[in-house]
């Protein structure tokens, strides 16, 4: 988009760009175009991205911001524990409970997402590489080295615990009577904490799972210092009952 309105840094700026208007948000250099959901009113914000519109924001729908991947694809529950592929026949435009026009990220999608916004490789300088920067908030991160530069704002939605094994253990205790045992449960502590942003995509992996783009950074329990950052396309399947957010897109018209 920058190719066809120039780089934005006057704020209110307006621009078309593939039959859609954009108006300029200075402070984070991006063209934003907005959006009303015509069923329930709600406006949402968007950025082009390649040749494609995608939600900047969490699809909020029918009183839910989270959804179990059958009703992110709008079929019947069964779906969440049936192979339903044959039903989306078309994985890449399937609508699911997407606004009319717009339709559920795929795995291409997510790949073209990840691959936007890259960054010279610093081992092999003729290489590039994800901008992984780019698709993290500059807030709400434990990690809070996210540019936002992607405009997508995919902020922490949900975090979870990991903890150590436990274990049973008797443990001798010396008394008068001599040497008695008592149950002990070791382990069980905190060892990091994940927090977690992303999105349903149409392309479901098994009957139990399906794909998801994701967002992740884990914290050591011990040191309270980031070990884990990345972003996962269609290596990362989840459970279709797991809950998670929706983000939409629309295609551009480009010629």
Known sequence: IEYALGFCNSD???????????????????????????????????VAVGTMLVMAENLKYGGDSLFEWHKAVNLDAECDSTECAETLSNPSLHQGICPDGWSLLSKDDSKTLLYTYTKQNIHYADTWIPDLSAYFTPMGWPDNFGSNRSGLNFTPYTTETEYSPTSTVEVPTITTYGTSYQTQVI?????????????????????????RFLLSQFVSASTDKVTYIDALTDSRVSKKSYKSPVRCKKMLEIF
């Open 187 to 211: 382990g069980g502590e905190p060892t990091q904490y994940k927090y977690y942003s992303g999105t349903w995509l149409s392309n479901e992996d098994t009957r139990n799972y399906a794909y």
């Open 12 to 46: 209110g700026a307006k621009g078309s760009f593939g039959g859609e208007e954009f108006v300029c948000n200075a402070k984070e250099h991006v063209w934003i175009h907005a959006f009303t959901d015509k069923r329930d009113g709600k406006t949402y914000k968007s």
